[in-house]
């Protein structure tokens, strides 16, 4: 009987794979998009080669250095971003020859990254907030537990995993024009892998409904690996992660490693990596501007850290101009489908229990969240990566700044946290800062809830702001997961 069944899985796998070489042939030319062997981006031994920019040329900064998107100024070279010094009256980081920087992060959020991420002894974890308004970095933390210090705020060395989905997601509302009702239906399963049965249209399997908006929420790998295999040209994809940041130097004050894409030729491969799956690789820094840009409405601009510099003299070296540089990157309408999408990971999907308390109450009521996580395991080291990138309020509220932010959090297979819960609790202090109604600080509960909780109704804060840690988690290693918190069979209408 099982070699039966097993007979049968075989058969219907190479069932799938011959469906989608029938309906997606490969070229002659040496891929299936026509591309030369030559052409393909090779992998690395540590990660994958920054990709060729759609032109087919090298990596380059584009149009991005003629709008004032230049790298890092020369007079900040050797800026140290590693010893940031914070005191109240702000922060300041070194420059070689004791020359000094005055830095535009605030004091209490730089404080509170650092605090979140050494006192969970993660192995590796980076925070990177944003003003979307004027481009400063408002925290910049990067800890690793043991090893030599590292700037992980600037490295690409993190697979993307799902939030590669806000690319997808970007090239399907502007090259195909998708809204976020547009509606998938799919068979269900692909939580943990994509296989070629995943991607084959069959009405008989495909039962599970979802919209794209829901789609995002949830991170359902098969719908966004289907919808760029049938609506999605390689090039449309490419050249959206290219005016995302992908391949580029990132213009920052220091040198941010680029972000890469890899668009394998082969169609399975390709729908794995629009969902999210290996193929790419993401830097704290380049995950933020992602946000910034999405929350500027499709306008990107020029992320910086350094207000002013003196020499070891004290004598000004530099200053930052006094009008952030600007480019617009997709259109508004296009960049507002896209954050209507990510709202739905806060209201219903993969962060929606990070985002409220132990009685369901949400953490910052009244201030909508745009967001997006991402969670892809190593199958070598077993290490689990967790992101979390979006900005808020993603709809206006009165006398409210916008924030954008990026957390990235790697695990051992036994976990306590996620990047989304650093998230939260650093949008909380930004909040609370700015004495909206109802938000309070890490660790510290409002009177209506301590009330709640001592009359035995539901806990003031969720086990992750408690002093006691969460029982760890533990994750089988060598499995690669895009949406741990996602249900492979939502609560979807049925065909």
């Known amino acids: 009987m ?101 830095l535009s992060l605030d004091p209490e959020l730089q404080r509170t990254a650092n605090s979140l991420l050494a006192s969970r002894h993660l192995p590796l ?65 692909g939580m943990q892998r994509i296989s070629a049965l995943d991607l084959a249209d069959n009405p008989r399997r495909d039962r599970w409904c979802i919209t794209l908006s829901d789609a995002m929420g949830k991170s359902i790998n098969p719908v966004f690996a289907r919808l760029a295999l049938r609506r999605l040209k390689p090039k449309s994809l490419e050249e959206t992660a290219f005016a995302y940041g992908f391949g580029q130097k990132v213009p920052f004050d220091v040198d941010v490693q680029p972000s890469s894409l890899e668009l394998p030729p082969e169609p399975l491969e390709y729908a794995r990596t629009a969902a999210g799956f290996f193929h790419t690789t993401l830097s704290p820094m380049q995950a933020a501007a992602i946000s910034t840009t999405l929350a500027r409405g499709g306008e990107a601009v020029r992320l910086r850290i350094v207000r002013e510099a003196m020499d070891g003299e004290g004598k000004p070296i530099y200053a930052e101009p006094e009008k952030p540089s600007l480019r617009r990157i997709m259109k508004p309408e296009t960049a507002q489908a896209v954050a209507t999408m990510m709202e739905h990971t806060i209201t219903e999907g993969t962060s929606y229990r990070a985002f409220r308390d132990g009685a369901g109450r949400p953490f910052l009521r009244g201030i909508a969240v745009a967001g997006k996580t991402g969670t892809l395991s190593d199958p070598e080291s077993g290490r689990l990566y967790t992101w979390f990138t979006g900005f808020a309020p993603s709809r206006p509220v009165a006398n409210v700044k916008p924030v954008a932010i990026a957390t990235l959090v790697v695990n051992d297979p036994a976990w306590s946290i996620k990047a989304n819960v650093v998230a939260r609790e650093m949008l909380r202090t930004y909040f609370a800062q700015q004495g909206v109604e109802h938000v309070s600080r890490p660790g510290v509960a409002l009177s209506s809830q301590r009330q709640h909780a001592s009359r035995g109704r539901g806990a003031a804060e969720p086990p992750t702001t408690r002093k006691s840690p969460e029982p760890a988690k533990r994750l089988k290693p060598g499995q690669p997961v895009l949406s741990a918190m996602a249900s492979s069979r939502p609560r979807t209408s049925r065909r």
């Open 2 to 102: 099982r070699r039966w069944i097993l007979g049968l899985s075989a058969a219907a796998a190479c069932a799938g794979l011959l469906y989608l070489v029938r309906k997606y042939p490969v070229s002659q030319t040496g891929g299936l998009f026509g591309a030369s062997g030559s052409d393909q981006v090779e992998e690395s031994s540590a990660s994958h080669v920054a990709p060729t920019s759609p032109d087919g040329k090298a990596p380059r900064e584009t149009s991005a250095s003629a709008a004032g998107f230049s790298g890092a100024p020369s007079t900040l070279a050797g800026l140290d971003l590693l010893h940031i010094a914070v005191d109240d009256e702000g922060t300041t980081a070194p420059l070689p020859n004791q020359g000094v920087a005055r």
């Open 125 to 189: 974890a980076a925070v990177v907030m944003v003003d979307p308004t004027t481009g400063h970095v408002l925290a910049y933390a990067s800890h690793v537990e043991s090893g030599p210090a590292r700037d992980l705020c600037a490295e690409a060395s993190a697979p993307a995993a799902s939030v590669f989905k806000i690319v997808t997601g970007t090239a399907l509302v502007d090259a195909e024009g998708l809204g976020p009702d547009a509606r998938e239906c799919y068979a269900g399963g």
